[in-house]
Every structure is written in structure tokens, then in C-alpha cells.
């Protein structure tokens, strides 16, 4: 496909488990972004990808929130023994480059994760 | 620092009906700016954007915005509002922040019901 693809699409998961959730952004798009949208909350900004490197990982909530990416590709955003306030649904974006111009966001459906 | 107030959570409007929505920005640096519609169960698609050129933007879907530096707004317009029009509506701020990233600050989004 030609978008943003997230995986995946729901999560239903225990509180105190662990959770990875994953993004497949647009081929040849350098940055890569994850958000949180909370109900009523608009889009909360958590982590930058500009390639591998996360320049800034100022909007992670907590330690429990780690991300990774790798061959400046996919992306795994894992969150450790889950709270039900991380209840939400994780939005992940990609752009062709993150430095010097605003190129357009492309985002993806997102990945609802629910706490119980 | 960059922020985005969009006035009012909820806007309802009848179809044929002039679409208002409201944004103002508050920015330290010139502004890009930008709107966002979601549509249910689906990620942000670009409605348009500004960037220093035209004050007057005109994007998809016969929507158009125009930047007035004076009032620090970006309002969202459309002449007349179709059924499909209901939506999420997101307004963006990006500038160039440290490093020359530009990761844009959302507002809490403008839900858009149109009567039939």
C-alpha cells in the first residue's frame, strides 16, 4: 500500500502487561512520527524519528514509553506494564524529512489500545 | 514556544449552511500553519496548509483558510456545508524549533455536525 499502514488496528490488553505497537510509514519518508489522541484531548505529540535517531523524545509520558526505529523504516512504540490511563489511540505520521521545511504529515489509522 | 486554540469543541450547522471553524495560534516565531480533518476510524488527512506565501489558502474539498498575521488566526471556511463534511477538524502550528525540526502542535480538534 501506498499510506501510513499501523498495526494493530485494536488492543485489548490487562493492565501491568506490556504492549508494542508498530508503524510502516511511507517508503522514502525520512521522519517519522507517534502522537497519542485522547478523547477530547486533541493530538499529544510524543516522539520524533528523523531516520534511526529519535532527536526529541520530550513528549513521552513516562519511562514506561520507549520507541524504536530501524532501518529507517518501521516503528515500535512499546509501552511497559500498561496503566488504564494510557488508554487511547496512538497516532503515527510520516513526512519526507523533518529539518528545514514543514513537508505535509501523512498519517496513519492509528492503533486504539484499550486497558482493562 | 507554539500553540493552537481552536474555539469551540463542537460546531453544528445545517447543510447548504456556512462552515466556520475557528482557530487562533500564538507563535514566537512566523508560523505554519495547518488543518487537519479526520474522518471516523481513520487517521488525519491534510486539508491545506500555509507557509508564508498567499494569506488566502484554499485546500481540498472546497475548503479555504486565510492568515491574518494581525488577529494571529487561521479560521477555516467553506460556503457550503455538505453532509459529508462531518468530521474531526485538527488546526496546526509548526515553526522552526531547536535543530530545525518542525513538529507541529495540535489543537483539541472542532467536531463538525451537519443537519440534514
Known amino acids: 500500500g501506498a499510506g501510513v499502514s499501523q498495526s494493530p488496528s485494536n488492543k485489548v490488553t490487562e493492565k501491568g502487561k506490556d504492549v508494542e505497537l508498530r508503524c510502516d510509514p511511507i517508503?522514502?519518508?525520512?521522519?517519522l512520527y507517534w502522537y497519542r489522541q485522547s478523547l477530547g484531548q486533541g493530538l499529544e505529540f510524543l516522539i520524533y524519528f528523523q531516520g534511526n535517531s529519535a532527536p526529541d523524545k520530550s513528549g513521552l509520558p513516562s519511562d514506561r514509553f520507549s520507541a524504536e526505529r530501524t532501518g529507517g523504516s518501521v516503528s515500535t512504540l512499546t509501552i511497559q506494564r500498561t496503566q488504564q490511563e494510557d488508554s487511547a489511540v496512538y497516532l503515527c505520521?510520516?513526512?519526507?524529512?523533518?529539518?528545514?521545511?514543514?513537508?505535509?504529515?501523512?498519517f496513519g489509522p492509528g492503533t486504539r489500545l484499550t486497558v482493562t | 514556544a507554539q500553540s493552537v486554540t481552536q474555539l469551540g469543541s463542537h460546531v453544528s450547522v445545517s447543510e447548504g449552511a456556512l462552515v466556520l471553524l475557528r482557530c487562533n495560534y500564538s507563535?514566537?516565531?512566523?508560523?505554519?500553519l495547518f488543518w487537519y480533518v479526520q474522518y471516523p476510524n481513520q487517521g488525519l488527512q491534510l486539508l491545506l496548509k500555509y507557509t508564508s506565501a498567499a494569506t488566502l489558502v484554499k485546500g481540498i474539498n472546497g475548503f479555504e483558510a486565510e492568515f491574518k498575521k494581525s488577529e494571529t488566526s487561521f479560521h477555516l471556511t467553506k460556503p457550503s456545508a455538505h453532509m459529508s463534511d462531518a468530521a474531526e477538524y485538527f488546526c496546526?502550528?509548526?515553526?522552526?524549533?531547536?535543530?530545525?525540526?518542525?513538529?507541529?502542535?495540535f489543537g483539541r480538534g472542532t467536531s463538525l455536525i451537519v443537519h440534514p
Open positions: 507563535s514566537s516565531v512566523p508560523p505554519y
Open positions: 496546526a502550528v509548526s515553526g522552526p524549533l531547536g535543530g530545525g525540526s518542525y513538529i507541529p502542535t
Open positions: 505520521a510520516s513526512s519526507l524529512a523533518g529539518q528545514g521545511t514543514p513537508y505535509e504529515q501523512y
Open positions: 517508503s522514502g519518508h525520512t521522519a
